[in-house]
């Protein structure tokens, strides 16, 4: 019975969150040449340089550049890791301390742009397979100097609803990856993703006990984009 009231309390919660921010614009996303970004990765300096790095990282969709152009991309992202002079005093603990922040940014840009030539290669295969090597990689991700788990987890969410018929047959044993699995799930909002999450949300084992809230969550959002695009769902 508390089991049923939380997963009520939840799914209240989220619907009416989701629903207040669903219609809301996404920002636009700059599409960007390689010789546009290398120009302005050569042009800029000190903290205009630091923000561009920035938006290179979290904001630019880096997937319509092919292998070579992230090489050249890296490669000049690598010289400003290496060598950038920009320097920064801040307080400290143990008194100053000089910092260099375009050379911090870089080494997280620099993974980002290496993730990303794994996501095309792996684009690149039949729907079956793209998502097994997703969600291997979400498994047993590869060593790229950060954890890449949510990284394979945002990708297999961008294969969207003809992807679902086939991430429902994977069914890792660690709670925290099934768990991934049920937040894909609701992202994409397919109404045959739903039965795999009520069966997570319905195991009975102690080990599942994070996973269940999520799950209550997922199966919420999940229930509301299958609604509002009932066409789209198989």
Known sequence: MRQHRLIVALSIVVLLTFTLTISLPAEDNEQATCDAILEQLSQKHTEELREY??????????????????????????????????EKEVDSKGGKRTLHPNRHVSHQCI???RFQKIANDIRALPMEERVAELVKGMVDPPKLGYQTTGSFGRELTKAGKEAVPFIIRHKPEQPSYRRQIVEVLAE????????????VLNIDDENFRFARPDAAIALAKCTLLSRINPTDSK
């Open 53 to 86: 790095i920035s938006f290179l990282d979290y904001t630019l969709d880096k997937a319509h550049l092919s292998g070579k152009e992230i090489d050249r991309i890296i490669s000049k992202l690598l010289e400003i890791q290496d060598s950038d002079p920009y």
């Open 111 to 113: 993974f980002r742009f």
């Open 188 to 199: 994409i909002g397919d109404a045959s993703g739903v039965p795999y999450i009520i069966e």
